[in-house]
């Protein structure tokens, strides 16, 4: 395993490595493009070419790569000014790299890679100041001309369909689009509605009596939430599209128990392995976004849907943003599960971080959760939030 951390201030490495050199400076140039690209979402960017300002990192790279991360930079600079001087603002960025393994064949050169990106939090509360950080999977193309390796693509192990990383506009991704699940329950009602950054504040409901009494442990369910937000747990299923599968082990970890186990109908919600080495079994409501949501609030009444309410610390978010063939759009169907995991002012989205798998993300900000919707396709789709508080 190779590991390597650098942040932006360190010195440059030489493109210009021998043969024998090859792998190390190929995996250190990877390295320092994946922090230029952190850097720039930061407050702490100043830019690496003062005459050309959409340059966005310093080491070298094809013209045709060169033109693709020129189109992003824009992008990633509106983002940018969007989140300053506001909770999601981020400082500086920290990108760690391992796993790397490079293969060299004459002038061309691959190196596939983990990434793990830290953002760190400009206005951290001073109990709060975990980083938003993502984790990944790439493949690096390098060319060599001159004696000079260019870097002429990045390919990240991603579904076509997932939301792009913080730093990434549009990313290309080797992964086909993972269709919507079929969900076996009607489509969202009227009368659940959804919250929106900007909608009228109100109080937090104390009225429980429309939903079943349990009890709840949040800071179980957070705790294993942040443990395996980069991970997947062996006990349970890993899925393509893992994000609602997640969530029921998060509801599990705080206190859900199996309901008709072995039913797979709408009011039944389990999970359990059989035996060593077999892989284990659950119901839809389990995995399926839109149903889960719907065992939670219609039928199990474990969850209580609210709009516009102070947010909490271990809450559950589900999100419509795709039309039935999985492109943005909207359709009254659930597509995402997240966990709220840190709440640092319970009104702004930008002050309410998620955690969810696919792509792998810990402490995202709402409110960039919805830019990185809204940029999918130039579709300008944000989304629809339904709000769920599991209980105490």
Not at 107 to 133: H, K
Request: glycine share 6%.
């Amino acid at each position: 395993m190779t590991v390597a951390v650098l942040m932006a201030s360190w010195p440059v490495v030489s493109a210009g490595a021998s043969e024998r050199l090859a792998p190390d400076a190929l995996i250190a140039l990877s390295q320092q493009y994946l922090q230029d690209r952190a850097t720039r979402v930061t407050s702490s960017y100043t830019p690496v070419d003062e005459t050309n300002p959409s340059t966005l990192t310093r080491v070298a790279t094809t013209d045709t790569f060169s033109q693709r991360i020129a189109a992003e930079t824009p992008e990633l600079d509106r983002l940018r000014s969007k989140i300053a001087g506001t909770a999601a603002e981020f400082s500086h960025a920290r990108v760690t790299v391992e796993n790397a393994e490079t293969t060299v064949a004459g002038s061309a050169a691959e190196v596939r890679l983990t990434e793990t990106t830290e953002l760190f939090p400009a206005r951290a509360p001073a109990a709060q100041n975990s980083p938003t950080s993502h984790r990944l999977r790439h493949t690096l193309h390098f060319d060599r001309s001159a004696g000079t390796w260019r870097l002429s693509a990045d390919v990240l192990d991603l579904p076509q369909n997932a939301l792009d990383p913080v730093p990434y506009v549009r990313a290309e991704k080797n992964g086909p689009p993972i269709p919507p699940a079929p969900p076996s329950e009607p489509r969202v009602p009227d009368s659940l509605t959804p919250s929106t950054p900007d909608g009228p504040r109100k109080p937090r409901a104390t009225n429980t009596a429309t939903r079943a009494p349990q009890w709840y442990d949040r800071r179980a369910a957070v705790g294993y939430a942040v443990k395996w937000a980069y991970g997947r747990h062996p006990d349970y299923r890993n899925y393509g599209n893992d994000c609602t599968n997640f969530l029921s082990q998060i509801f599990r970890a705080g206190g859900w128990g199996n309901v008709l186990e072995g039913d797979n109908t709408p009011d039944a919600w389990w999970h359990y392995k059989i035996a060593r080495g077999q892989v284990p079994m659950n119901s839809n409501t389990w995995s399926v976004a839109h149903d889960l949501m719907y065992f939670g609030w219609h039928y199990s009444k474990r969850l209580r849907s609210y709009a516009n309410e102070p947010a909490r610390w271990g809450d559950a978010i589900f999100v419509d943003w795709d039309d039935a063939n999985g492109n943005p759009g909207t359709d009254k169907h659930i597509d995402h599960a997240m966990y709220v995991t840190e709440v640092w002012d319970p009104w702004d989205w930008a002050g309410i971080r998620v955690t969810y798998h696919t792509n792998d993300q810990l402490n995202i900000p709402m409110s960039v959760v919805s830019d990185k919707a809204a940029e999918r396709q130039n579709k300008g789709v944000r989304g629809i939030y339904y709000f769920m508080d599991p209980g105490d």
